[in-house]
């Protein structure tokens, strides 16, 4: 069990008031000593869980992996269900984002985790749905604790300007203004993206491999060449992420002995058409031409046999709840999970958990390292004197605190 000292409370306490001091004694418990005051992280027992997943209540077992759906709805989000993405926690520190759908971000916050880690995310395709929140993550995590470069992994695109390396570009230099007013408040290297664009035919090949983890892609098919599925290995265990597909031998092959095989379980074409209001032909190429209804995934899970399959990519209202389901059992009987929105898996050689997370609608943001606060900052930016010099004098600001 993890304490906060005294003095650890006193100096979070210094920082939230912007105090500038030194202490001494800073150890590595610092940065994993992230709960909310109150709140004790403990070592799980015998797997024993607790009934509900409260972040930061729990010590990740040095064997374990934590994987929580931050989003597994549809472009279109609701409230219960935000777009694509996954998030990946090891017994070794390691974290990693699979996807950044629009949405994700406010459920990645709401678990109150250590941005200083942070720092990988890959990319399935460049649908909105899959990578929309990459600017707030970006922005939000550097915000909150990350001081070093973001790594971004992705396919390319059948020409370069349909890769990964062009979507960050891109989008690094739609939104310059907003990084340059941040830049000298925030740590210098948080604003930075560093970004590997590997080839997306390439089969089973290691796109990351630290630290003994080793991620590997091969080929998805949907809409345009440039989908990819990764795995991810790690002490025995397996961990696969799907990118949305047509049901694909690569992945029947590479999946092959996953713990926990994710993948699209999109809604059937009946479903679909009500749910959007379709016709019936649109519905059945959409669902079964361009994604895979829960059959089809049905299908793929009885050829790959997981420890436990999982299904995403929908809004499971009741009534899409059993659609899928129904559509699942027809073709697959193994161990299943069909995942919402914080829906939490914690997976060790042993056990297959899946609980609920339970957030605070209005958690409070994460407490940054000193390492954060002592990374390098260039100048603070103001905006220049002719606008400064429309200041309304009507209003007097507080003096500044001494620092
Ligand atoms: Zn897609
Ligand atoms: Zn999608």
Avoid: C
């Avoid at 090891?90 to 996807?99: C, Q, T, V």
């Avoid at 200083?116 to 604790?145: A, N, Q, T």
């Avoid at 098919?221 to 031998?249: A, Q, R």
């Avoid at 793929?300 to 420890?307: D, E, I």
């Amino acid at each position: 069990m993890q304490k906060r000292s005294p003095k650890l409370i006193k100096s979070v306490a210094a920082v939230a008031l912007g105090i500038a001091f030194s202490v001494s004694g800073f150890t590595a418990s610092y940065a994993e000593d992230l709960m909310p005051l109150g709140r004790s992280a403990m070592e799980i027992k015998d797997g024993v869980y607790p009934a509900s997943y409260f972040p930061n209540t729990e010590i990740l077992g040095a064997d374990e992996m934590r994987i929580t759906a931050l989003g597994t709805g549809m472009p279109n989000q609701t409230k219960a269900a935000v777009s694509i993405s996954f998030y990946v926690e090891l017994g070794n520190g390691d974290k990693f984002l699979f996807d950044v759908g629009t949405g994700s971000s406010g459920n990645l916050f709401s678990l109150r985790p250590d941005f200083s880690k942070i720092d990988k995310m890959f990319f399935s395709h460049l649908h909105v749905d899959h990578v929309g929140d990459f600017m707030g993550m970006h922005v939000g995590g550097w915000l909150s604790g990350r001081y070093t470069p973001l790594r971004i992994f992705g396919p390319s695109g059948a020409t370069p300007e349909l890769g990964t390396k062009s979507y960050v570009e891109n989008m690094k230099k739609a939104y310059a203004w907003d990084l340059q007013t941040r830049s000298g408040a925030l740590p210098d290297d948080g604003a930075k993206l560093d970004v590997t664009e590997f080839d997306y035919m390439q089969e089973n090949v290691i796109v990351y491999q630290e630290n003994d983890v080793t991620i590997r892609s091969w080929p998805a098919i949907h809409g345009l060449d440039g989908s990819v599925s990764y795995s991810l290995e790690w002490n025995g265990l397996k961990y696969v992420f799907g990118g949305d597909t047509y049901p694909n031998n690569w992945y029947v092959k590479y999946a092959a002995g996953a713990d926990i095989a994710s993948h699209e379980a999109f809604l059937p074409p009946k479903a679909l058409a009500t749910y959007f209001g379709w016709d019936l032909a649109q519905a059945t190429y959409v669902s079964t031409r361009i994604h895979s209804e829960p059959k089809a995934f049905g299908k793929v899970m009885s050829a790959v046999k997981p420890r436990m399959a999982m299904g995403y990519h929908s809004v499971l209202s009741p009534e899409n709840y059993q659609a899928i389901l129904e559509g699942v059992r027809e073709t697959y009987d193994g161990p299943l999970v069909l995942a919402r929105d914080l829906v939490v898996v914690n997976v060790t050689k042993d056990n297959i958990v899946v609980r609920d997370a339970n957030v605070d609608d209005y958690v409070l943001p994460p407490d940054v390292g000193k390492a954060y606060i002592d990374a390098p900052r260039s100048d603070e930016k103001s905006p220049s004197d002719k606008v400064n010099a429309g200041k309304w004098k009507g209003y007097t600001p507080p003096e500044m605190p001494k620092k």
